[in-house]
Structures are given as structure tokens and as C-alpha cells.
């Protein structure tokens, strides 16, 4: 197949996602077509089967800010024409599938068909999508698409709790490649940062602020309580660094604290973790989570959205209440103090994202879903 895939090229769960499953489709013999405003954060180059069509916002004076979903819209219809794409894959409603679906529709009047599959991801409808100046674009997005798929079966729920959608939506969850991320020897790295043998806890995020990172900075100034043997690593950029980083410095706990910014490989960064934290306030899925597990490294979340789905509390790490600073910190210290426990753990959570979600075991799921889609398509409008 031909497969036009659009989706945010910037440092987030949904543009790794759509960007890792347009590589695996290109191995799997399909030509991939990426369409977005710049090249997508895990594409470092285009070869073979795999290509990259840039998005060109013209500035004119008469726009205080330039149209891009409409000149997203036109792009998707000239590659789609010159190409012969068999099917667009968008991520993220807004504004990506409210793209496509323009696009099909002025496809359609040139009586050629394009076939559209929009995935959810997260914050398209649990937060920015329930906009009122949005809903209404993401609703119709949603119902107009050919094909709807949904990261978690939380996400999938809270679709049609706030959104009047008539579609039938699939649950395909985030897969990462466990030949990637799996555990390596980074002795060396280690000892470069933890001179004492210290522990190391991670996190790795966007540094938005519902990604609670200050709180992270307050479970490390409990668990230190005092003594110096545990490192805090942060991966990652974002609006919360800042104050994140004062964080740190008024609770005396900087200087065993490192900011190590926008990192990849991450793999090499958990190799050396012992202990994966992510306090969000809201995660439909939790890739970050899933990538520190490949690595053998529990993790101590926030029991919220789709983290339930993923995390398999007190066998692959711990799930918390939602701003429970001391039952983070207990789960933590448990994981940090006890060598049998943390063995225990880090070898389920392996264990579970190999099992479970592999790239090789998730990625035929969206393969069946275009099929099915193309199926119920016409062949030309």
C-alpha cells in the first residue's frame, strides 16, 4: 500500500507513535509518505520507501496567523494526486483530521477516493478537544474519517463520553520496539554520573504542567531526607523546566539533580535508571512508561487514564493516587531499598512489554485496520 501518514513532528508520545509505525510499515513493504510541518522527531533521514513531503504555511499580511490546516488540506490532496496514495493516516484530531477529511471531500468532487483513519492520542479529547471552539470540528473530524483507532480503551471511552460520535472506534494501543529498548550495559555512563554507587530515578517527559515534573522534584527531596544516594535525572524540554528547575534549588535537592534536555537514544538514559516516576495528571496511554519498562525499569505512576492499562500495579511498578506525594514516596523508597522486590519487577515489566506490546505484535493490527477500511471504501467517488 501507499500510505500518507500526517502527524506532529515535535518531541510527544503522538508524533513517536505515528512516526515508528510509518518506519515498520516501510519494512513491512508498504510505501510510506509522511506529510507534516517539518521532519518528524524519530525520522532522521528518508531512503528506500520512505518519504517526506513538507508543509508550506504561506505569510501574508491579511492573516494574523498563518492558515496551516488549510494549507496542510492542500498538500495532503497534491500528494495524494500525484502519488496515487491508498490511504491517509492522520494523528491527532486537531487539526489533522479535520485536514483529511477536506481533503477527501475535494478529492471526492475530482472522483477519486482517499480513505482517511484518524488515531486519537490523548490531549486532541481529553483536554484541547473539548474546547468548545474545537468540539464541533473534532466530532465531525471523527465521524467523517473511514477508520477511528484509539491508543487505550480509556481514551476510547472518554471519546464517547464528551464528543456526540456515532463511529465505531478501535483500540490499538502504543507499541514501542523491544529490540530497541531493551537494557544495555552503561556501566561506564553510570559510573560517570553516580561516582558513589548511587541509585538513579528518571523522568521523561514534555514538561507540560500536567505532567507534574515539580512533583517528581518533591518525591526526590523526601526520599533523599538527608542523605546523598540517589541521583534524579530529567529528560525532556518543555514550559514547566524552569519552574521545575527553581523546584529544585528551593528544596537544596540541585545539585544531585541533572536536566539532561531532549535525549535521543532515551535507551541509553534508562539502562542506567532504577526507578521510573510519572505523576501525570492525565496519560491516555503513557509511551514514556512503556519504553522504561522494555528497559527493565519499574515504574511508579499516577493511577490515572490509560496507565492502568499498561501498568500491572505491585508486578511491574506501583500505581498511585493522583497527588499522593507519600505513597509515591513509600513506592519508591520500597523499589530503592529492597534488591529482590526491584529484580522481581524489572524482569515483569520486560517481561510485559515484550508479551504485549511489541512493535511486530501491534503494528499487523493497524495493517488489518486499512484493509477493512479500504474494504468498506469506494474504489473511486
Known amino acids: 500500500m ?12 503522538s508524533g513517536v507513535v505515528a512516526t515508528e509505525l510509518g518506519k515498520a510499515l516501510a519494512k513491512r513493504g508498504h510505501e510510506i509518505h509522511f506529510v507534516a510541518s517539518d ?5 532522521s533521514h528518508v531512503a528506500g520507501n520512505i518519504f517526506f513531503h513538507e508543509v508550506n504555511v504561506q505569510s501574508y499580511p491579511l ?3 498563518p492558515p496551516y490546516t488549510l494549507s496542510l488540506t492542500s498538500k495532503m490532496v497534491d500528494i495524494a494526486k500525484h502519488v496515487g496514495l491508498d490511504l491517509l493516516h492522520v494523528h491527532y484530531a486537531l487539526p489533522h483530521a479535520s485536514s483529511a477529511v477536506m481533503a477527501q471531500q475535494i478529492l471526492n468532487s475530482e472522483h477519486l477516493a482517499l480513505p482517511v483513519v484518524t488515531t486519537l492520542h490523548g490531549t486532541d479529547i481529553t483536554l484541547i478537544g473539548q474546547d468548545p471552539s474545537f468540539a464541533p470540528v473534532v ?4 465521524n467523517e474519517s473511514d477508520g477511528v483507532t484509539a491508543v487505550s480503551s480509556y481514551l476510547r471511552q472518554e471519546t464517547y463520553d464528551h464528543f456526540d460520535v456515532s463511529q465505531d472506534i478501535e483500540v490499538i494501543p502504543n507499541f514501542i520496539d523491544t529490540d530497541r529498548f531493551v537494557r544495555q ?5 553510570k559510573q560517570a554520573l553516580c561516582p558513589n554507587g548511587e541509585k538513579v530515578i528518571v523522568h521523561v517527559s514534555n514538561f507540560r504542567p500536567v505532567k507534574n515534573a515539580q512533583q517528581v522534584v518533591e518525591v526526590f527531596h523526601r526520599l533523599q ?13 518543555g514550559p514547566d523546566r524552569v519552574p521545575t528547575e527553581r523546584k529544585a534549588r528551593e528544596l537544596g535537592v540541585y545539585d544531585d539533580v541533572r536536566f539532561l534536555g531532549k535525549q535521543d537514544p532515551v535507551e541509553e538514559i534508562l539502562s542506567i535508571a532504577d526507578v521510573f516516576l510519572m505523576p501525570s495528571g492525565s496519560e491516555t496511554f503513557g509511551l514514556a512508561a512503556l519504553e522504561a519498562m ?12 490509560g496507565l492502568p492499562e499498561l501498568i500491572v500495579d505491585g508486578e511491574t511498578g506501583y500505581l498511585c493516587p493522583l497527588d499522593d506525594l507519600e505513597a509515591f514516596t513509600e513506592c519508591t523508597r520500597r523499589l530503592l531499598t529492597n534488591d529482590d522486590l526491584h529484580a522481581d ?27 477493512q477500511v479500504r474494504a468498506k471504501a469506494p474504489v473511486e467517488a
Open 63 to 65: 492573516f494574523d496567523y
Open 345 to 371: 519487577m524489572a524482569a515483569a515489566a520486560r517481561h510485559r512489554a515484550v508479551d504485549t506490546f511489541d512493535i511486530d505484535r501491534v503494528v499487523p493490527h493497524y495493517e488489518e485496520h486499512y484493509e
Open 185 to 189: 550495559d552503561k556501566e561506564h555512563f
Open 139 to 142: 466530532a465531525w473530524s471523527i
Open 2 to 13: 501507499k500510505i500518507g501518514i500526517t502527524c506532529y513532528p515535535t518531541y510527544g508520545g
Open 294 to 305: 522494555a528497559c527493565e525499569v519499574p515504574v511508579v505512576a499516577s493511577d490515572v487514564g
Open 39 to 43: 521532519l518528524p522527531f524519530r525520522l
Open 225 to 237: 531526607n538527608g542523605a546523598s544516594n540517589v541521583k534524579l535525572l530529567f529528560v525532556g524540554d
